[in-house]
């Protein structure tokens, strides 16, 4: 959600900046220097949805630190208002989960409960399962100015609705989590590889062609949400949820190439959560602009029942959970999208050169001993698995474009350095042709995929 | 004027009688008579002082014929308003003042024995009163450029001559090319051997002085002036009315010597002058000239960062000024977010800062007044200013409506043209707009020598658009200022003038987002205020100022309403209760000089505030946070009904003992209350601040000031030092809970906090006039907040006194500038200060998979120190009186070292990380050229 950053004032005074030709310039930290609390730390939530359900206790790390300290060996469990009582166990240090699938109820409370290896004793206050209504997924072409705000980015923004209103649940959480799955044109049935033995003679470089093992042709690309999105029908004049901004994909990035597929969740939370999902995310996504709100610390529900001045990190989060997924084509968008797609066929034009084996590509004269041989023969005929050419330069001119096969016709001769001599056709496209994982990982087909 | 003065040079009058007579030839037809004089100067050896000016339009024809050069130029002057006095080979004209050489006068003042020959020194007699001695003592000195300044003035009856005693002298100061009073200037004598006295004149250009019989030597001062000097020998009570003339060279002048005299004598602390002229000459950012920018670089004037709205004065915070446009408050006195100022500085006349002991004219702000005066234009001719730098375009221009008694002044300022972002490569991208513009109109009318009118309005917009097609928050902005004041000047007598006016004030902005059809909406807020004050000053044998007078403000505020926009929208409509207020006062100060080393200046503003009807007001369960929780009734208020009264006596006192000549000690008192507060919760001011007004549950703020000061001039006042201490108590400081929401609430007492403060701090300051002039000073102010609750949300740093996020302890500001020649000249400035406090993480933390930052302490840390060098060049095109207009260019380099001064530090999240960065606004050096002109 980039789009998050720059919202209001702190948008319009980097709108000043660009039309002052004012270039602001952001500069990394080292935070060493910084001050460290080692406050604890709740991460949980209970939901409707039948499944395993986890909390996870930790201590906050200093800033800049990439990892984790799990609070170990704590007893927890939670309460609901008749007084069940379900017990955590901790599955992975610092992990707590309920030993099998289980959900909560709608209407009912919960509050989480736990004591550490030492006997302090934490609490949360109880929060009330709400209902989440149903949503739907709905989308439209959008531009949004890059981080620079020196040009617009376009791509698809998806919305959320809540098409039989909101019943009586007012504040939300959502998370998106997405795939696309992007078939490229000309899989490269080949690796390149330059070989430059002589740095001062660039025409004796070496272009080193060998198959490809992997294939390069369908991968997927997976996206989840990395800021908080929050929702509320406060303020209007009825109770549902329409146009709720939640994701923005840029085309920018061929998102939509083959098939998209999105999630969203929806979570209905308390009012007392939304308040601080609030706080969390206006001291969280700040800019550096003056217009950057005066931050403080943020607490959430978890309170410590020993020390009444101990700062407790963290939310418990109850809440009923609904959700989407939705898969498009590139031609299910409208009218916009389709003339600001592109498609692969607008960049890919492959290209064929001949190259001569020996004579180095475009023809230039080689004047090295050449052997013949007759039979004709196929890339699995390379001894070595492996076809060398020279190329004076060839390929860095081309930059990104790539051979991704190699056509022999005729004489198929090799000299005494296994260099290919005769005739043959090298045919180049650009990488984001040849090689889906740029637009993606090679991966299985996730489970929940329909094509 | 001209009825009135007789001029008396008497050390040339007898030496007159014994030249030789020359003889002249010439053959003139219709030529300029300029010219007639320089072949005068070059036949005979002659030399005619004069101002150009005079001479443009006369012509001459005759003949002459070994003609007695007196006979010619009479022949030549006659019928013009030109005088001429001749002595030996320099002949001054003067205009509409004669120089009478009349023997006789000085016979009948029985003084033969005094006013001789250069060759017979006199004794002088001890009791003929020592305005007699002039003969001798001024015989020597050449006369150089303003003859008014060797005249000698006979003031009053001479036959009512009584030495040893007082007389009064009095009369008006006149600016001599508009001939508008000058307000303010300093009126003192300078006369060898006698203590000074001084006076100030008032807005009327009205002066008066308490002065012994005998020879007096009298100067005046003002800012962008030239310092006129009379001597005079005072008879009996009389009148002399002195003009003074722009300062042509101060052009590119600094000129802070007669805010600085006055300084020293006056018991008035804190104040800070500033003409436009001064605001010239220091280099600025992207080319526009900022009168308030300037102001940043005084002692004890700070902002928290470059490009940031909104000064804090003396450890205030940037709701505590009170910005006056010709007496009207300006609520919203930035452009661009804070990057410019809403003042277009060629129709300013100048500003004055009151930092400390603020007068009781004054008040509805606890730190500082920021008086912001337009130009009167001139009631003589037509004349324009104007120039272009990269960001906008402005013009002056001044009407006379009538001939010397009424001027128009209009002046406007805009962006042209949205050439930055049309420069940007991507089309989508241009549509987006940015601008501003802003209008200052003033009409002056001299209705009869004693009544004045002044009628003015001011309009400032900001304007902000956001390509539709894009999703943001919002994508339309504009601010606007509107402002209004008619103000009736009537001088009573001599010793008792006074004035009327009325005000208007509106400031309000909107915004809307049209994005998304079903939330869309249009939001707004404004803000208006009518006032109206009555003003007197009424002097009292020259020992007493007394000023007094009623001053009341009507407030309405609109603290929000958010509307659908469109039939799609499903926005509820908001429209939070009106506000209103009123605030009157009545205020009482004498200046008393109690003796000529010894002056004091005490005073009283009564204020009272009434928070009005209609509207409603919670009630909350006592000893619990005011919330929606712990609220337990309403109680509704019909229009008109008084909700809630608050009042109080604001005292300021200050003194000042002169130690000799050139240092004085001073100190101060001063109490101030302040019952409408802007609802902040960031650094900086921002244009969607939103001012509320006292209510029960949020109380007025109440800041007392003690300051201490010693002043030294040094070289005859052309180097001026002070040090001034100052300790600051504030009660029912406001601020807010960490992460408040402003917007559309309509229970500020549900998220404000309010606290007490104090700053305290020593200013140092050196001013230099001359050729190299400039300021420089250095401040130690610290300023702290505390803020303890009852609950934990209440309390911030555990309830201890904190440094406010503006609190920068050091700060040096040095501005210079070198006349290299007398159009060319070179500034450079220098700014030094501590790194404002700023809030920063204590830890790490992950929730829902998001890793987060956990921030304690309010400002625990703080962002680097900020160092920035300017340097700036002037070129004036020659400065001759016979063209049409006059032109200069300046270059300046902002940030000439290029260092990359951090505005901020911020966490951000990068690739599922947190990182701390820096930002900084200006991370390069950034060159600018304008043009000016003037016509």
């Known amino acids: 959600m980039k789009s998050n950053k720059y919202t209001g004032l702190k948008l319009l005074s980097l709108l000043v900046f660009v039309f002052l030709g004012i270039s602001s310039c952001v500069t990394e930290l080292g935070l060493e220097f910084f001050s460290y609390q080692r406050d604890v730390v709740v991460d949980g939530g209970f939901t409707n949805e039948e499944k395993v359900q986890e909390v996870r206790l930790s201590y906050a790390v200093p800033v800049g630190i990439d990892s984790l300290i799990p609070l170990r060996g704590a007893k927890v469990w939670v309460e609901d208002d008749l007084g069940a009582v379900i017990d955590f166990v ?56 890059s981080a620079e705000l020196i040009q617009n980015e376009q791509g698809l923004q998806f919305f959320i609705d809540t098409p039989d209103g909101a019943g009586d649940t007012q504040f939300f959480r959502y998370e998106w989590n997405d795939a696309s799955k992007t078939t490229v044109p000309y899989p490269a049935r080949f690796k390149t590889k330059i070989i430059a033995p002589d740095r001062n003679h660039p025409e004796d470089r070496i272009i080193v062609v060998s198959p490809q093992e992997r294939d390069l042709e369908t991968c997927y690309r997976f996206g989840f949400s990395n800021s ?57 996504e700040s800019n550096g602009s003056l217009f950057d709100t005066q931050q403080g610390i943020v607490l959430g529900n978890i309170k410590s029942l020993d020390d009444e001045g101990e700062v407790v990190l963290g939310y418990f989060e109850v809440s009923g959970v609904s959700r989407q997924r939705k898969f498009y084509n590139p031609d299910e968008f409208n009218e916009e999208f389709t003339s600001a797609f592109i498609e692969f066929s607008d960049v890919c034009a492959p290209d064929e050169i001949i190259v001569i084996g020996g004579l180095g590509l475009f023809g230039i004269p080689y004047d090295g001993p050449r052997v013949a041989r007759d039979a004709p023969i196929s890339i699995d005929y390379f001894p070595n698995k492996e076809a ?37 056709t090298a045919f180049l496209a650009p990488g984001i042709c040849v090689d889906c994982t740029r637009h993606g990982e090679i991966a299985e087909k996730p489970t929940y995929w329909i094509d | 004027m ?34 007639v004089l320089q072949k005068i100067e070059s036949d005979l050896s002659l030399y005619f002082y004069y101002s150009p000016q005079w001479l443009d339009s006369l012509a001459f024809s005759g003949v002459f014929n070994e003609a007695p050069v007196a006979e010619v130029l009479d022949k030549v002057f006659e019928g013009t308003d030109l005088f001429y006095y001749r002595a030996q080979t320099k002949v001054y004209l003067t205009k509409g003042i004669d120089i009478i050489q009349t023997p006789e006068i000085v016979g009948d003042l029985k003084i033969d024995s005094v006013v001789v020959s250069e060759k017979q020194p006199v004794e002088v007699e001890e009791d003929t009163g020592k305005g007699l001695i002039f003969t001798r003592e001024y015989r020597e000195k050449a006369v150089v450029e303003n003859d008014l300044e060797n005249y000698v003035f006979e003031i009053g009856d001479r036959t009512a001559f009584k030495p040893g005693e007082n007389s009064t002298i009095a009369g008006f100061i006149r600016d001599n090319e508009t001939n508008e009073a000058i307000k303010d200037a300093l009126i003192y004598t300078s006369t060898e051997g006698n203590s000074t006295v001084s006076t100030v004149s008032s807005a009327d250009g009205f002066y008066s002085l308490s002065l012994p019989n005998g020879q007096n030597e009298l100067q005046v001062q003002f800012t962008g002036k030239k310092r006129a000097k009379r001597k005079i020998v005072l008879f009996s009570d009389g009148k002399l009315d002195i003009g003074m003339d722009v300062d042509v060279i101060a052009l590119n002048e600094v000129i802070v010597s007669a805010a600085r005299e006055k300084s020293l004598e006056n018991p008035i602390m804190g104040i800070e002058k500033l003409s436009i002229r001064d605001a010239k000459v220091v280099p600025v950012v992207l080319g526009e000239r900022d009168i308030l920018k300037v102001a940043t670089t005084f002692a004890g004037v700070q902002t928290v960062g470059e490009g940031a709205a909104g000064f804090n004065v003396r450890g205030g915070k940037s709701d ?25 500085s060629d129709a300013l006349e100048g500003l004055e800062i009151h930092k400390s002991s603020i007068p009781t004219k004054y008040g509805g702000r606890l730190s500082s007044i920021f008086e912001v005066t337009s130009k009167k234009g001139s009631k003589e001719k037509l004349s324009g200013e104007g120039g272009i730098s990269p960001i906008a375009a402005r013009l002056t221009v001044e009407v006379p409506v009538v001939q010397d008694k009424a001027s128009l002044l209009v002046s406007g300022r805009t962006t042209y043209s949205d050439w930055v972002l049309n420069s ?64 009736w000047t009537h001088v009573f007598n001599g010793s008792f003038d006074g004035s009327i006016s009325g005000t208007y ?25 009518i006032g109206a004050k009555a003003d007197f000053n009424y002097g009292l044998r020259d020992r007493h100022e007394f000023n007094f007078g009623v001053e009341t403000k009507r407030y309405k505020i609109n603290p929000g309403s958010k509307m659908p926009l469109g039939p799609e929208s499903i926005i509820a409509p908001n429209i939070l209760d009106e506000e209103q207020g009123r605030e009157s006062a009545f205020y009482f100060s004498d200046q008393f000089t109690v003796s000529p080393t010894f002056s004091v200046s005490a005073g009283i503003r009564y204020s009272i505030y009434s928070a009005l009807g209609p509207g409603s007001s919670f009630l909350y369960q006592e000893s619990l946070p005011k919330n929606s929780d712990s609220r337990i009734g309403t109680i509704d208020y ?57 209510n029960e549950h949020i109380r007025p703020q109440i800041a007392d000031q003690f300051s201490l000061g010693y002043y030294r001039d040094f070289f005859d006042g052309s180097l001026e030092t002070s040090i001034e201490v100052y300790t600051k108590k504030l009660q029912d400081l406001q601020d807010f809970k960490t992460g408040a929401d402003f917007l559309l609430n309509n229970t500020i007492e549900s998220i404000a906090l309010q606290g007490p403060g104090k700053s305290y701090g020593v200013e140092l300051s050196i001013k230099k006039s001359g050729r190299l002039n400039g300021w420089f000073n250095y401040t130690y102010a610290r300023t702290f907040i505390k803020l303890s609750g009852q609950t934990a949300e209440e309390t911030i740093n555990g309830g201890e006194f904190f440094p406010t996020n503006y609190d920068k302890p050091h700060t040096i500001n040095l501005v210079s500038n070198y006349d290299v020649t007398k159009r060319f000249s070179v500034s450079y400035n220098l700014s030094y200060s501590t790194g404002r406090p700023v809030t920063v993480p204590v830890g790490s933390y992950v929730i829902q998979g998001l890793e987060l930052v956990n921030y304690s302490d309010r400002n625990s840390f703080r962002i680097p120190d900020y160092v920035r060098m300017d340097l700036g060049f002037t070129l004036k095109e020659g400065h001759r009186n016979t063209k049409l207009s006059h032109a200069f260019w300046s270059f300046s380099i902002y940030n000439l070292l290029g260092r990359d001064n951090p505005f901020s530090i911020f966490f951000d999240l990068k690739d599922g990380k947190v990182k701390g960065y820096k930002l900084s606004v200006f991370g390069s050096a950034i060159p600018t050229i304008s043009y000016n002109f003037k016509f």
């Open chain 2, 505 to 529: 004030s509106k400031y309000g902005y909107e915004f809307e987002s049209t994005q998304s059809p079903p939330n869309a909406f249009l939001q707004d807020f404004d803000i208006e205020e």
């Open chain 1, 90 to 145: 901790e599955s992975s240090p610092g992990v707590y989960a309920t030993p099998g699938a289980l959900q909560g109820i709608e209407g009912r409370s919960y509050k989480l409960v736990f004591v550490t290896e030492n006997g302090k004793r934490y609490q949360s206050t109880e929060e009330t399962l709400m209902r989440s209504p149903a949503i739907e997924i709905s989308e439209r072409f959008a531009e949004l100015p």
């Open chain 2, 320 to 344: 505590q000024n009170l910005f006056l446009l010709d007496g009207v408050t300006v609520y919203n006195a930035a452009h661009f977010m804070g990057f410019f100022s809403v003042f277009n």
């Open chain 1, 388 to 424: 060398s050419f020279r190329s004076p330069l060839m390929l860095e001119l081309l930059g990104e474009v790539f051979v991704y096969d190699f056509g022999i016709t005729g004489f198929f001769p090799f000299d005494d350095r296994n260099l290919l001599l005769g005739t043959g």
């Open chain 1, 228 to 284: 908080l999105i929050l929702g509320n029908t406060i303020g209007l004049s009825e109770n549902s949820i329409l146009d709720q901004h939640v994701r923005f994909a840029s085309m920018e990035r061929l998102n939509f190439m083959e098939r998209y597929s999105i999630e969203v969740i929806q979570y209905a939370i308390s009012q007392q959560a939304f308040n601080y999902y609030r706080l969390l995310k206006e001291f969280n």
């Open chain 2, 2 to 35: 001209k009825n009135l003065l007789f001029v008396l040079l008497l050390c040339v009058t007898l030496s007159a009688y014994a030249q030789e007579p020359l003889k002249f030839s010439g053959n003139f037809s219709n030529q300029p008579v300029q010219e």
């Open chain 2, 424 to 487: 940007v490569k991507n089309v989508d991208f241009r549509e987006n707009k940015v601008s501003f513009s802003d209008l200052i109109l003033r009409y002056d009318h001299d209705l009869s020598g004693k009544d004045n009118l002044s009628l003015s309005g001011y309009a400032s917009q900001d304007d902000f658009r956001l390509n539709s097609d894009t999703l943001f928050s919002f994508s339309d902005f504009a601010h606007v200022n509107t402002l209004a004041s008619a103000k």
């Open chain 2, 638 to 694: 019909a229009k008109g009904d008084v909700i809630k009264t608050y009042q109080g006596a604001e005292s300021r006192v200050s003194a000042s003992y002169l130690l000799g000549e050139s240092s004085s000690v001073k100190a101060s008192y001063s109490r101030t209350r302040q019952y409408i507060h802007a609802l902040s919760n960031t650094a900086s001011i921002s244009p969607t601040d939103i001012w509320r007004l006292s």
